[in-house]
């Protein structure tokens, strides 16, 4: 369990709100970067998706503008707290449903959901196996599951709350037997993340190279060390 909720509040809605250019010059590119990633996995055909480890709810909205009916989990009843809060007046608050839960206690149907998230989340789990087999009895024939999490770096992690950070191998890996069709992609060269995190000064710049559509968090270099990866796999 954590107190990030209770020392910061809904800090994911400020870190990608783009309501304004003000706002953007002050969102956290990293986060937004990885939401997005995340969002361009959503098609025209998808229904139904649950995030798993939603938090405050943010990402969970974000999917519901897609048109999407949303059920966000988390065990965080802060969290979950902040995030029926937060969706209450917006415009897409009745497609989206929030429940202080683990996932494998929320008694989904089988085969019935197109569209699962796991957003920085898989870092955090002892054992994700029994997770990803109860998503896998879930998940709808021809839907997806999509994990971003931080690379796993040599000496140190980025978090000391992450049990296992990954590699793009080891992450293939732990998927593949559930999941055999998988892709994992490196993202967020580390780089940039560095000179972006040396001052305001740098944020402001890679925020505004964003909002006309530059974003250099969004690529994957053919070689050089990344921040986070992410993984598609199919039901």
Not at 47 to 74: F, H
Not at 108 to 128: F, G, Q, R, W, Y
Not at 152 to 158: E, M, Q, S
Not at 215 to 221: A, G
Request: glycine share 6%; hydrophobic share 35%.
């Amino acid at each position: 369990m954590f107190d990030k909720y209770q020392k910061y509040g809904a800090y994911h809605w400020s870190d990608v709100d783009s309501s304004s250019f003000y706002k953007i010059l002050s969102r956290s590119l990293p986060l937004y970067t990885r939401y997005q990633k995340c969002l361009k996995y959503i098609q025209g055909n998808d229904r139904y998706c649950i995030e798993i480890g939603c938090g405050d709810g943010a990402l969970s909205y974000l999917v519901a503008t897609k048109g999407l009916r949303v059920l966000g989990c988390d065990t965080d009843q802060t969290g979950i707290g902040l995030a029926i809060s937060q969706v209450k007046e917006l415009a897409f608050a009745d497609a989206v449903q929030f429940e202080c839960s683990r996932f494998q206690d929320c008694n989904i149907k089988h085969e019935s959901v197109d569209v699962i998230v796991l957003a920085d989340v898989i870092e955090h789990l002892e054992d994700p196996v029994p997770l990803l087999q109860e998503i896998k009895r879930t998940g709808k024939p021809g839907g997806k599951l999509i994990i971003t999490t931080p690379k796993a770096r040599n000496g140190r992690l980025w978090d000391n709350n992450h049990v296992c950070e990954y590699t793009e191998k080891t992450l293939k890996l732990l998927l593949k037997d559930i999941f055999p069709s998988t892709v994992v992609k490196p993202f967020q060269p580390l780089l940039f993340y560095k000179i972006y995190n040396l001052s305001f000064i740098f944020r402001y710049l890679f925020n505004a190279l964003s909002s006309i559509g530059v974003n250099p968090f969004s690529v994957s270099l053919p070689v050089g060390k990344h921040v986070m990866l992410q993984s598609v796999s199919c039901f």
